[in-house]
């Protein structure tokens, strides 16, 4: 058990909708980081907070926003939802910059 | 452009061998390495790290080479076990906002 916890575990929703998915980091991380993994594209980075700014952007979609509250939890907002986007989400905690990712086991969300 | 390449073939090892597995990368700087084995439907776990200053990493029967001259990191299981099948994915960390970038990964199958 990595001690991250991703919520929900499987997400099903429709084309244009707007989901919320949340991620509790392990105990004492300050860092949270978002993926989006699909068959073809592997893990693709999306964003990363510490200790609730935001310290990194990747390949995030403008449809897309995160934030990490002050008791350090993160949310991923997803809206204006395409097929495409249909993929699981990880989220992962570290304790500081340069040290071992700790991964969730993910929300798996599909778009139909 | 930037790239991390894994070797996108599957790679089946007879028990008992020693699987090694590659990751090159062009275009990056980074200032260290990790090493994660993810298995279906679950997070990714991280194994080993990495710092650009070090040449050799070990734990138990993994083990880490990394060559920021030839832009190549080297991960290698000995005495592999059926157990150890699973997709091992590489990620590098770099710049000032310590971005984690992860390759597409290297399914490995030991064969019984």
């Known amino acids: 058990d990595s001690g991250v916890t991703q919520t929900p575990k499987h997400l099903i929703t429709a084309t244009g909708q707007r989901v919320t998915l949340r991620c509790s980091p392990r105990?004492?991380?300050?860092?949270v980081y978002w993926y989006q993994q699909s068959l073809d594209q592997g893990l693709q980075f999306l964003i990363q907070?510490?200790?609730?700014?935001?310290?990194a952007k990747g390949n995030i979609l403008e449809r897309f926003s995160a934030q990490q509250f002050p008791d350090l939890h993160s949310e991923l907002n997803l809206s204006s939802l395409e097929l495409g986007d249909s993929a699981l989400y990880f989220c992962?905690?570290?304790?500081?910059?340069?040290?071992?990712?700790?991964f969730g086991n993910g929300t798996r969300l599909t778009v139909t | 452009s930037q790239k991390i390449e894994q070797n996108s073939e599957a790679l089946n090892i007879q028990e008992g061998k020693t699987a090694t597995l590659t990751c090159n990368y062009t275009?990056?700087?980074?200032?260290?390495l990790q090493w994660y084995r993810q298995d279906p439907g679950r997070g990714p776990v991280f194994l080993l790290l990495?710092?650009?200053?070090?040449k050799e990493k070990r734990k138990e029967r993994l083990k880490v080479t990394f060559d920021t001259t030839l832009k190549q990191s080297l991960f290698h299981i000995t005495a592999s076990q059926p157990a150890d099948s699973a997709t091992y994915l590489c990620?590098?960390?770099?710049?000032?906002?310590?971005?984690?970038?992860f390759g597409k990964g290297t399914r490995l199958h030991i064969l019984p």
């Open positions: 992962a905690s570290s304790v500081v910059n340069n040290s071992p990712l700790h």
């Open positions: 105990s004492g991380d300050l860092s």
């Open positions: 907070y510490y200790n609730g700014e935001e310290r």
């Open positions: 275009n990056y700087s980074p200032a260290y």
């Open positions: 990495i710092r650009e200053n070090e």
């Open positions: 990620a590098l960390g770099y710049g000032r906002d310590d971005k984690i970038i």
